[in-house]
Each structure stands twice: as structure tokens, then as C-alpha cells.
T-cell receptor, first 113, second 110 residues
Framework: KAGVTQTPRYLIKTRGQQVTLSCSPISGHRSVSWYQQTPGQGLQFLFEYFSETQRNKGNFPGRFSGRQFSNSRSEMNVSTLELGDSALYLC????????????FGPGTRLTVL | QKEVEQNSGPLSVPEGAIASLNCTYS??????FFWYRQYSGKSPELIMS????GDKEDGRFTAQLNKASQYVSLLIRDSQPSDSATYLCAVNPTGNQFYFGTGTSLTVIP
């Protein structure tokens, strides 16, 4: 099976812009979770989607949003970018939900200038 | 108190030695526990999952879980330089959210 894919791999944006990141889970996996990873904070949970429904949300401002499509692909959007949003954004998929094993994609490296 | 705590290290061991990585968690109701390896500049890679008290072995890796002490560990036997990475402990208390520790940096010295 192909692994989790994320696009784009790298992004450079300026403050105030918005960005959309995409994640395609492993075939058959219906749960997609998003994480932000920074050197200082480690892996921080953003949200989790299962069958197009957001089931859980981390402690991030409303500028961070996401959605999941009927084919389980997911997108996350960050509006009004701030310098502190520079991070590696990771998507992870699992077969039945976050309680099961999660498999990570390669990540999208976002740099905000 | 953080949900998952790990010693950030760095931990250095000579090649061929046993590396021991430790993790404690706060939610006593946690049911699922995972170890990930992350090389610099790469995404986390799942090494082991463990759900029951005791030991679980997979090749050179052994995960140990003690729910009464809220403690999970990872042993790496016959450590190799290629094992040099950051090791992340993850816990799933209930529901749909994982909590990750900040990771332990391991260096295996040839």
C-alpha cells in the first residue's frame, strides 16, 4: 500500500497570507489527524477527522481549520499567517480512529516570512 | 502537568549497548501506547505499539508497559549508529486524540 502523502512539501508565505495543505491517507484509512511540530513545542495536536466529521480539536486558534472529503483526503487551512506558524505540519492516518496506530506522512514545511 | 513526559536527553550509548528510553503519562485511563522514531528532518515512524501490561518484543526493540506506575519504556538492544534519532512516546488516553512527549534524542557512538 502507498503511504500517507502530503502536498506541498515546502511552502514559503508572508504574514497575513493564508495557506492550504493537503493530505491523502493510506488507502482504506478513514481517520486523518493533523499535527504541528516545532522545535520548542514538539508535536501539537490540531484536529482529527473521521468520515468527514471533525471528532476532536486541539487548542489552536480559529485561524486553523480543516476538512475531510468523502474519499478521506483532508485539507487544513491557516488564515492570516503569523511568524509563529512556521512549523512542520504533519498528517497521520489510521484505520479506525486515533486509538489505533497512526502513520505519518512526510510533512509540509511551512515558513512564514 | 504534561500528559506525556520524556527525558529529553541527549542519551548517548556505545554501539552494541542497550539503550533505554522512558516515558510517563498522567491519564490513568490510557489504553494505547506507541513509540515513534524520528530522524532529523523526517517525519515520525511507528516502531512499536503496546496495549497490555508487560513486555512486547519486535526484533531488537522491546516495549515495556506498567499501567500501575503509568510508565512505558523502550529498550533497544545491540544499538547501531543508524538508531541515532529522536524517539517519541505517544499515548492515547481515550477517544481520538494522541498525546506526544517531546522526545528523547539518542546518539549511538561507533
Amino acid at each position: 500500500k502507498a503511504g500517507v502523502t502530503q502536498t506541498p512539501r515546502y511552502l514559503i508565505k508572508t504574514r497575513g497570507q493564508q495557506v492550504t495543505l493537503s493530505c491523502s491517507p493510506i488507502s482504506g484509512h478513514r481517520s486523518v489527524s493533523w499535527y504541528q511540530q516545532t522545535p520548542g513545542q514538539g508535536l501539537q495536536f490540531l484536529f482529527e477527522y473521521f468520515s468527514e466529521t471533525q471528532r476532536n480539536k486541539g487548542n489552536f486558534p480559529g485561524r486553523f481549520s480543516g476538512r475531510q472529503f468523502s474519499n478521506s483526503r483532508s485539507e487544513m487551512n491557516v488564515s492570516t499567517l503569523e511568524l509563529g506558524d512556521s512549523a512542520l505540519y504533519l498528517c497521520a492516518s489510521s484505520s479506525q480512529g486515533a486509538g489505533n496506530e497512526q502513520f505519518f506522512g512526510p510533512g509540509t514545511r511551512l515558513t512564514v516570512l | 502537568q504534561k500528559e506525556v513526559e520524556q527525558n529529553s536527553g541527549p542519551l548517548s550509548v556505545p554501539e552494541g549497548a542497550i539503550a533505554s528510553l522512558n516515558c510517563t503519562y498522567s491519564d490513568r485511563g490510557s489504553q494505547s501506547f506507541f513509540w515513534y522514531r524520528q530522524y532529523s528532518g523526517k517525519s515520525p515512524e511507528l516502531i512499536m505499539s503496546i496495549y497490555s501490561n508487560g513486555d512486547k518484543e519486535d526484533g531488537r526493540f522491546t516495549a515495556q508497559l506498567n499501567k500501575a506506575s503509568q510508565y512505558v519504556s523502550l529498550l533497544i538492544r545491540d544499538s547501531q549508529p543508524s538508531d541515532s534519532a529522536t524517539y517519541l512516546c505517544a499515548v492515547n488516553p481515550t477517544g481520538n486524540q494522541f498525546y506526544f512527549g517531546t522526545g528523547t534524542s539518542l546518539t549511538v557512538i561507533p
